[in-house]
């Protein structure tokens, strides 16, 4: 009797520990990325970054005039599809827009991307950001 009654404690203590160390991996996996950083020139960059559970594209900007507009896209390259998509007027001078993503997916690559449409051009100008595997 004894013996069953240390083995069921046994099993028990087993049981817990696989639960919580299943439990610690999901969480270390969700929290840690690689990667990300800015990419471009020094009138216009591209950036991503992680952190505190949110992922975050950032659109920088150094123009003489503001007369373009800006389009700023998260890229979620798992999915093949647009995280976040924004789109408003440049400005003038040194500028930097942050788009956080609050939900993002564990084990997903993220890219940041800027467009710049110029009045009276066909297309835009574009700058990518490196990979960030969330």
Not at 28 to 43: E, H, L
């Amino acid at each position: 009797m004894f013996v069953n009654g240390v083995r069921k404690t046994a099993v028990a203590l087993l049981g817990t520990a696989l639960v919580a160390g299943l439990g610690l991996a999901g969480a270390g996996s969700a929290a840690a990325s690689s990667g990300g950083g800015c990419g471009g020139t020094d009138t216009e960059r591209a950036c991503v970054s992680a952190g505190n559970g949110q992922v975050t594209a950032q659109a920088y900007s150094n123009f003489g005039n503001g007369n373009c507009n800006e389009e700023v896209i998260l890229w979620d390259y798992t999915t093949g599809g647009r995280a976040l998509d924004t789109t408003f007027g440049c400005h003038s001078g040194e500028y930097t827009y942050s788009y956080t993503l609050t939900n993002p997916s564990g084990g997903h690559d993220y890219k940041a991307e800027v467009r710049f449409y110029w009045p009276g051009g066909s297309g835009y100008d574009y700058q990518l950001s490196p990979d960030l595997f969330y």
